[in-house]
């Protein structure tokens, strides 16, 4: 068998176990773990960006390398933002010598052992979902075979972090509607509310509160009360009669 039909059939691997992977925890996971095996690095780590555009650290092989990216997260600055503005793959062949960064970038992966590293924006519709990162203690580790690797992992994973975000969000979605649609029947019955005016009541709960609608549904359900702040004169509950 070539290298090319083994590569293709451990890509084949992969995506089959992508697929079967539950949720965005899992799947970067899954990729971490790949990576290790895919591009002989000896550490690999997944950052994803949230909703808010804000990096989060998701899936390390070393735990060293979480203050690495916090500190990088906190100035933002260094090779993972780079990689995620200019939304290219960046290699870095040996630390030691590289001066993009604050100096300071460099004495922490120098104290970490790490010698070379590669970023590679995990792209969907050419928005970055996450940033893929390989890391090598030893200097020019990463070849440009291992590149094309890297490139093609990547392709892979951001389709399946981007449908796992995407089946977490429906999940997400349901849950509250289920918490919600809980929420209003309790309401209901207490103070013999039509579906409307319950709905109304939770509403208005979350925005006197300034917490999300399923949050309010949610400590309804625990704890049989509505949040202890209470709504203006105007939009309290009806009392049940009698």
Not at 24 to 51: G, H, S
Not at 99 to 104: H, L, M, N, S
Not at 217 to 235: F, G, N, V, Y
């Amino acid at each position: 068998m070539s290298q090319t039909d083994s590569s293709a059939e451990a890509f084949g691997r992969l995506a089959a176990e992508l697929q079967a992977a539950e949720g965005v925890e899992l799947t970067v996971e899954t990729v971490v773990q790949y990576a290790l095996q895919a591009v002989w690095c000896d550490y690999a780590a997944v950052v994803l960006i949230t909703k808010g555009r804000r990096p989060q650290i998701m899936a390390l092989t070393d735990p060293r390398l979480a203050d690495l990216y916090r500190h990088q997260i906190d100035a933002g600055a260094g090779p993972m933002i780079t990689a995620l503005e200019e939304r290219s793959a960046l290699l870095i062949p040996d630390v030691e010598t590289e001066t993009r960064w604050a100096p300071q970038w460099r004495e922490q992966m120098l104290e970490a052992g790490i010698r070379s590293a590669m970023h590679l924006p995990l792209l969907v519709a050419g928005r970055p979902e996450a940033v893929l990162a390989l890391y090598s203690t030893k200097p020019d580790a990463f070849s440009a075979d291992d590149l094309d690797v890297a490139h093609i992992l990547a392709q892979h994973s951001s389709a399946a972090i981007a449908s796992a975000r995407h089946v977490d969000t429906l999940t997400e979605a349901i849950d509250a509607r289920r918490l919600v649609g809980q929420a209003m029947g309790m309401l209901m019955e207490r103070y013999r509310l039509d579906e409307m005016r319950a709905f109304e009541v939770l509403r208005r709960y979350s925005m006197d509160n300034n917490c999300k609608l399923r949050d309010v549904a949610q400590e309804l359900i625990d704890t049989r009360e509505l949040p202890s702040s209470p709504p203006r004169a105007d939009q309290r509950a009806p009392r049940s009669a009698g």
